[in-house]
């Protein structure tokens, strides 16, 4: 176990390592932020901090990355701001290159951008979501020769950026996209110094044949437009996964602007990349010598991939199910504006799922989360965010071009990455008066040839769209089994018939959402109102709570229990299905959408195995169960503090576990041991029928995977008592932790009995001193939310004797709690 943390360490490690070189600065604090626009960047320049208590508008305080609708993403009262924002800062420039360039190098910015320093505009970009740079050499120049530099700003350099998120139908992704169009400076901005011959990329193709004996590597660059001509040393050393060098090469090369074949190397059996083994190899390029060289430092890995032709996967000459899940850019409490720790956090909780692949969905996304991949064994879709909406004019299109041709030639190194994603539902009409599928699909053929021509490696792929299915190479309809169309028992059968429609079929987007904190003793009641065989695709109107045909997202209770039994379900039947490459659970994690507002959390898309803020829900460890080799068991139910039936009934307990056994405990009590057998369902044959006593219950498991055991323990009480409709409100304290209160409201009926199905809405406020931790999209960090069992907490700052916090409920007395 130790060697497996230390090489989990060592991993991270390496993902760390900048990928680009010279010297470089992340611009993290110093910041001030205005969200609102300005009458022109003059406004901006004045010293930051300069407390003039006459000048508006009033700026904030900031550290990068920081994202405008950290809080009114999922506010329930308003609409999430869509507008332009400034931010400004000063730099201290001292480029220890003579004749170097400095750059000011964006890893993304939502989602039009503007770049000044002082007056000067330096450089703009649209699109939110791949890396850019701004040469900023001269414009400092000419500020360091003006009398502000000396006298007002002592110095330094203003740098001033105006970040645009307005809704704009000639820009991709379409605001009728099913996630937030972010602004902001929401990925890390770098100060980067680089001396006068530099590299603008570097692209290191490994290549093994299907055995795994003949590598090869081929490394060109590009050199940047402001290089002088003449000629300059260089040298290219390929190191081993253990840094030994494995190949280098010393030579002499003409610097001029443009492309350079720079030595393909031989390697012979080299370690090959796998989920299971990430063998990463590094390409070194030294251009120059001395302290005005040059260098670089790309991650490599070499593999071969393969979609069979009506066929599964395969990575270095075997089979592998893809086991998949999603990403979105999106966390409690500060929206896009993820830092470097909380990506490596997530992408770890999902390699500790057992996932060997990720969708990115629906843009291109940080370095950071591609090196992790890399690092951590993921394989990836990546897809440019031409989303929803149909097909805009010739701005739109080469945006949508630019983008696909950033994202290939910035992430082309990462072994992780097998596809290039060209769309996704595209045909959803809306933003435009004209629908036309001719169009869509010579876009799309033309989206095809350009991925082919900067990447033939990798295949291309597309989500929801049968019109254009036989353009790409890997194509993925619409399944939702059980969630948006028919019952969760059809999956297999549908899956089959499409992957009978195209040369290769790859199945991503299918779960649920369910309300964390919510359970239910009859989760699959819903299924009987819907008639099977009538198709388990996603149609306009599908993701509404109110009208059409019955279908489990509407008609269900959104519960974290029948979300597991589906996943079961599936992951039973991916076990069985041979000539399946793999499928992606959408999403991992909760995130926030503007086009729901009405569901338990307001503004959330719920089909996270985890809450926005990582809480795993109880469908985190039914993934486990199947996907991960580390002994694990997990009884169903640590979030359901109260179950509900008659006296002496029989109540099924599952135990989701990937251990060979497991024995049961209940109140101290053997209920027997059984075998896993995946597809004894419900989880894998680990369930038990056992009688629970009125009041407090213990229930402990212990499993057995050969010598290893693990055992898990829950405790919950046992309500025998009906109860009728909700007719009170009761709030009280029920924690203190970490300087922070925690309060639950509970819905009981006229005979005082709680009623433990209760979904109602509650309404937290606060009067006083301190502040609710609310807008964070989760289910216990918002201040509307329906109740999970008739109760649901949230968490506040509080002063003793100060702080008054109150919880209200449509037809019902409102209750006050003074603290």
Same mark, same amino acid.
């Given at each position: ?17 900048? @990928?680009?070189?010279?010297? &470089? ?59 332009? /924002? ?11 290159? @003579? =004749? ?7 890893? /993304? ?17 649209? #699109? ?15 500020? +360091? ?83 002088? %001509? ?20 010393? /030579? ?8 350079? !074949? ?38 490599? =890995?070499? &593999? ?40 490596? +956090? ?69 072994? %992780? ?83 009978? =429609? ?30 099977? =065989? ?150 894998? /044959? ?25 055992? !898990?323990?829950? %405790? ?20 203190? %932790? ?10 009981? !009926? ?50 003793? #004797? ?11 007395? @409102? ?5």
């Amino acid at each position: 176990m130790r060697s497996k943390k230390l090489i989990l360490v060592f991993l991270l490690l390496l993902c760390l390592q900048p @990928a680009f070189g010279q010297r &470089r600065q992340r611009l993290i604090t110093n910041w001030e932020f205005v969200r609102q626009d300005l009458g022109g960047v003059w406004e901006a320049v004045r010293p930051v901090g300069a407390g003039n208590p006459e000048s508006v508008p009033l700026w904030e305080r900031v550290t990068l990355p920081h994202c405008f609708n950290a809080q009114d993403a999922v506010d329930p009262d308003v609409n999430y701001y869509q507008g332009p /924002g400034w931010y400004r800062t000063q730099l201290t420039v001292q480029n220890p290159y @003579a =004749g170097g360039r400095t750059l000011l190098h964006f890893e /993304g910015a939502g989602q039009k951008t503007d770049v000044y320093i002082h007056t000067t505009k330096v450089g703009s970009h649209v #699109g939110g979501y791949d890396e850019w740079a701004v040469d900023v050499t001269q414009a400092i120049a000419d500020f +360091q020769k003006t009398e502000a530099y000396q006298k007002q700003f002592k110095g330094q350099i203003p740098l001033s950026i105006r970040c645009d998120n307005t809704r704009d139908l000639e820009m991709i992704p379409s605001d009728l996209s099913d996630f937030n169009i972010y602004g902001g400076l929401y990925r890390y901005v770098n100060l980067q110094y680089q001396p006068a011959v530099a590299l603008s990329q570097l692209s290191a193709k490994a290549e093994v044949d299907r055995a795994g004996k003949a590598g090869t590597l081929t490394v060109k660059a590009v050199l940047p437009e402001t290089v002088g %001509s003449g000629s300059a040393p260089y040298s290219v050393r390929l190191l081993d996964p253990r840094g030994k060098p494995v190949a280098q090469f010393k /030579g002499t090369l003409a610097t001029k602007p443009g492309e350079l !074949d720079l030595p393909k190397f031989a390697v012979k059996s080299p370690r090959l990349w796998s989920p299971d083994a990430p063998q990463l190899y590094t390409v070194q390029v030294t251009v120059g010598t001395g302290p005005e060289a040059y260098q670089q430092s790309e991650k490599v =890995g070499f &593999r071969h991939i393969e979609f069979v032709e009506h066929g599964p996967f395969m990575l270095n000459g075997k089979r592998l199910l893809l086991r998949g899940t999603h990403r979105h850019e999106d966390h409690a409490g500060v929206a896009a504006a993820m830092t470097e720790p909380m990506i490596r +956090q997530e992408m770890v909780m999902m390699k500790r799922m057992g996932v060997n692949f990720i969708r990115l969905g629906h843009y291109q996304q940080s370095r950071i989360v591609l090196n992790l991949c890399d690092s951590l064994g993921i394989t990836v879709w990546e897809e440019i965010p031409w989303c929803r909406g149909g097909l805009g004019g010739p701005v739109y299109q080469q945006q949508a071009k630019r983008m696909l041709r950033n994202m290939i030639t910035q992430h082309y190194n990462h072994a %992780s990455i097998i596809i290039w994603g060209l769309g996704n539902e595209n045909d959803w009409p809306g933003d435009f008066p004209e629908f036309d599928k001719q169009k869509i699909r010579a876009f799309m053929t033309e989206l095809n040839d350009l991925s082919h021509q900067l990447d033939a490696s990798r295949y291309t792929a597309i989500r929801r769209c049968d019109f254009c299915k036989d353009i790409v190479d890997v194509y993925s309809p619409s399944i939702w089994a059980g969630w948006y169309r028919g019952i969760y028992t059809e999956y297999k059968e549908t899956s089959r018939k499409e992957f009978e =429609g195209v040369k290769r079929f790859l199945h991503v987007e299918w779960g649920g959402d369910s309300h964390a904190g919510r359970h239910s003793e009859n989760p699959d009641n819903a299924l009987a109102k819907i008639t099977a =065989g009538q198709g388990a695709d996603e149609r306009s109107g599908d993701a509404s709570l109110f009208g059409g045909s019955a279908r489990v997202s509407k008609d269900g209770d959104w519960s974290e229990t029948y979300l597991c039994n589906l996943v079961d379900w599936h992951l039973k039947e991916q076990e069985t299905m041979p000539w399946l490459s793999g499928a992606a659970y959408w999403p991992f994690k909760d995130f926030s959408t503007p086009v729901r507002p009405d569901n338990p959390v307001p503004y959330m898309n719920q089909k996270g195995v985890v809450e926005r803020d990582f809480t795993p829900k109880e469908a985190y460890y039914v993934f486990q169960s199947y996907w991960t080799p580390q002994p694990m068991a997990h009884i169903y139910g640590h979030g359901w503090p109260v179950r509900w039936g008659d006296e002496g009934e029989l109540k099924m307990v599952k135990v989701y576990s990937n251990c060979e056994q497991a024995e049961l405990f209940v109140n101290g009590k053997s209920y027997g041991s059984k075998q896993r057998n995946s597809q004894d369902f419900p989880a894998a /044959g680990l369930h038990w029928n056992v009688p629970f006593v009125a009041g407090q219950n213990q229930v402990k498991v212990v499993a057995r995977q050969g010598k290893q055991t693990v055992q !898990d323990e829950i %405790s919950f009480r046992y309500q025998t008592q009906k109860w009728g409709k909700p007719t009170k409100l009761t709030l009280e304290k029920v924690a203190d %932790s970490n300087g922070l209160t925690t309060v639950e409201a509970k819905l009981y !009926d006229a005979q005082g009995v709680q009623c433990l199905d209760a979904a109602n809405w509650l309404e937290f406020s606060l009067a006083g001193a301190g502040q609710l931790l609310d807008n964070l999209g989760t289910s216990s960090g918002s201040r509307k939310v329906q109740a999970y069992n008739g109760r649901a907490i949230i968490r506040l700052q509080a002063t003793p #004797g100060q702080t008054s916090v109150a919880v209200q409920s449509p037809g019902l007395p @409102a209750v006050v709690l003074n603290l």
